[in-house]
């Protein structure tokens, strides 16, 4: 029979025995009584689960891998390498002994794997309080050969593009045997063209879950390749979403729709979800009734409405009733019919989608230069100012003013040519002021020629002016410095030049 006495036996429950004696027969004997066998290792082997029976008040002992009599000192040196690395990572030596407590194969592999494992999560911009969480979350990250894969493929393929939010939720799946398919599915995406900087978008825009357990490679694959004659990747890119999309139940039939609206033109199709790709989110019920609304209330004809999506497809995702319906009604108030209508949406469609707020600062300004309600003028004017902020309307409107026009000469301009009301603010006053310091001209001499506000200063108003210069053509109007073709321009000048000699 084995006689065990510990004495003393006193030790922390992460550090080796400071002190344990044993009081044994002598091997021979213990031998001789056929309970452990001659040989030293075997008799270690042995001997070493009873005495961790002995120690099983402190579970804990258990980090020692039952190694305590053959090197308590690399034991020991071991977990206090282990305290020290998780102090830098941030945690307390409690918060530590219950992570080693709870997950005792973080204590099997070498530090130096393990550092190496936390290296790779810092160069992945996971650091501080994140890294904290994480671990604590998932300590068998920081041993798992599982993780291999996923962890060498985000940091040398994906150069740690990834934003870090990203890479924890993914380190974070219960089921870490998906993780490979991730590494192909990415692979996929950018064999196909996403670009390496842009793959953090594309996937912080999907719902992460549903690409992992979900889709697998071959039916993303298929859905890539439906979408090609499109637009493709270019599509995906811009409305990464679409990946969570079922190919056979939501997609086909929409681009089908689309397309058959179209006429079945591929290219006209292509350049609508291009434009916006978002469309696809809407089922087939909700674009079938807008186009209807549209042919009935409107008049429209299926090739009209395609036209007007075609230029602006946001048409589909706004509300037919709140905006839809009062915009066309104010037409026909103002006296388009179906045709005019056709022709007035298909150059000015925002005017179906900006907000009441909006459109109402809007004709509040327009009414206040002098343009009457209910009228098509107005309707023109409404169409021009779309493509400007309020802001900017009414700074250009106090513009004019400070120049000493008045609101009938603005309102003339503005018949003669809508546009002078959209102009940007800070490019319109550049113009005018060259046009009055510097070519010493009159105000009132853009009522006559309102378009010259639309010219770039530099390359067209600035440069004709200065040729006009040298051949001492200054007194030219306006409209014909500016508007005759460059060719023209060069043979005029070179013939005044020609003439002054």
């Known amino acids: 029979m084995v006689i065990l006495s510990l004495v003393s036996c006193s030790f922390s429950v992460f550090s080796p025995p400071t002190s344990l004696r044993l009081h044994l027969p002598p091997v021979t004997t213990l031998c001789s009584h056929g309970t452990f066998p001659a040989s030293s290792t075997s008799f270690r082997s042995q001997l070493q689960p009873l005495l961790i029976s002995c120690l099983n008040h402190r579970e804990p002992a258990l980090i020692f891998r039952c190694s305590c009599l053959s090197s308590p000192i690399e034991a020991g040196s071991q977990i206090e390498s282990l305290f020290s690395l998780f102090r830098d990572i941030g945690f307390i030596e409690e918060e530590t002994e219950m992570i080693l407590a709870k997950n005792p194969d973080i204590k099997l592999p070498s530090l130096d794997k393990i550092g190496a494992r936390v290296a790779s999560l810092q160069s992945l911009k996971i650091n501080g309080f994140a890294l904290q969480g994480l671990i604590a979350k998932c300590p068998n990250l920081l041993t798992s050969e599982e993780f291999d894969p996923i962890i060498s493929f985000l940091v040398d393929e994906l150069e740690g593009r990834l934003d870090p939010e990203l890479v924890e939720r993914l380190l974070s799946v219960v089921d870490t045997s998906i993780l490979l398919s991730f590494n192909q599915k990415v692979r996929l995406l950018l064999l196909h063209g996403i670009p390496k900087e842009k793959i953090s978008h594309v996937l912080n825009k999907v719902y992460l879950n549903k690409l992992l357990y979900q889709k697998s490679v071959e039916d993303i694959e298929r859905l890539i390749s439906f979408l090609e004659p499109f637009g493709g990747i270019g599509i995906i890119a811009r409305r990464p979403v679409i990946l969570n999309s079922d190919l056979d139940s939501q997609l086909i039939p929409r681009v089908d729709f689309i397309r058959n609206l179209s006429g079945e033109d591929d290219f006209a199709t292509g350049t609508v979800l291009r434009r916006l790709p978002a469309i696809l989110s809407y089922s087939v019920e909700h674009m079938n009734s807008h186009v209807e609304f549209l042919k009935s209330f409107a008049g429209l004809t299926s090739e ?135 070519m010493g001209r009159e105000v009132e001499e853009i009522l006559a020629f309102p378009a010259f506000l639309g010219y770039k200063l530099d390359s067209r108003i600035k440069h004709r002016y200065e040729e006009k210069l040298k051949s001492r053509g200054e007194n030219m109007s306006l409209n014909k410095l500016l508007t005759v073709s460059a060719e023209r321009f060069s043979k005029a000048a070179d013939n005044i030049e020609i003439i002054c000699l």
Do not use: W
């Open 304 to 438: 009209q409405v395609f036209k007007i999506v075609h230029v602006f497809p946001n048409v589909i995702s706004t509300s037919k009733e709140r905006k839809l319906r009062p915009r066309i009604e104010f037409l026909k108030e103002c006296g388009f019919d179906s045709p005019s209508m056709f022709k007035f949406l298909s150059k000015a469609p925002l005017i179906l989608a900006l907000s009441e707020d909006n459109l109402s600062h809007k004709l509040g300004f327009l009414v206040k230069i002098g343009y009457k309600h209910r009228t098509k003028e107005l309707a023109f004017a409404m169409g021009a100012v779309t493509r400007t902020s309020s802001d900017n309307m009414q700074r250009v409107i106090g513009l004019y003013l400070s120049y000493g026009l008045s609101f009938e000469d603005i309102l003339a301009m503005s018949t003669k040519h809508p546009q002078v009301l959209q102009y940007n603010y800070t490019s319109l006053e550049e113009k005018l002021e060259y046009l009055i310091e510097y």
